[in-house]
């Protein structure tokens, strides 16, 4: 079963007829918090989401719209990488120590105690690594319409301030797949 298949199953399930036909895509949704700098911590992402705004978020709530949802296949957690000043973000880094994340959607734990750090890849920034874990094609986790959803991770390590003095860097996440949005197919 590929991921829209998935997509489609579920919505069946649910008894949502209408989110075939909406638009098909490739979706992420990040979320960053502040970083404490201090070891064993926990960071609720997309928890009160609406109160931050983008950079640091790109969702106003942590439930998709009637029609809308995601298809998780991969996630990753970061922290962003200051400049020399440390002020102005510049790129992300890895995290430093053993990550592990915990998905909530609705009132169901669906992950438990994963270890963000079993895959790394490769990003642009000169070989730095993103900690992250790949869902597909084994899983992929549906995050239907309409229903909440929290990722919890806990760090082992103390996060300092990646480059620069000033202050500590935000740590973040962000779920990465196949998504559908809502489609009117008429102009407002």
């Not at 438990?112 to 992250?132: E, F, R, Y």
Request: glycine content about 10%; charged content about 15%.
């Amino acid at each position: 079963m590929n991921q829209q298949q998935k997509l489609m199953y579920v919505a069946q399930e649910l008894g949502l007829s209408t989110l075939d036909q909406m638009q098909g895509t490739t979706r992420n949704v990040f979320d960053t918090l502040a970083n404490p700098n201090t070891a064993n911590t926990a960071f609720d992402f997309f928890k009160s989401v609406g109160q931050r705004a983008f950079p640091q978020t790109n969702i106003a709530d942590n439930r998709f719209q009637v029609n809308e949802a995601l298809l998780i296949e991969y996630i990753n957690v970061y922290k962003t990488k200051l400049d020399g000043a440390g002020t102005n973000v510049i790129g992300i880094e890895a995290l430093t120590g053993a990550v592990y994340g915990e998905l909530t959607i609705g009132n169901q734990g669906v992950l438990k105690d994963i270890p963000l750090d079993v895959v790394s890849q490769s990003n642009t920034d000169k070989g730095a690594t993103n900690k992250g874990f790949y869902l597909a094609p084994l899983i992929g986790i549906v995050i239907p319409p309409q229903v909440e959803w929290t990722f919890r991770i806990v760090v082992e390590n103390a996060q300092g301030a990646a480059t620069g003095a000033n202050g500590n860097p935000r740590i973040g996440c962000e779920l990465y797949g196949t998504g559908v949005l809502l489609n009117l197919k008429s102009s407002l």
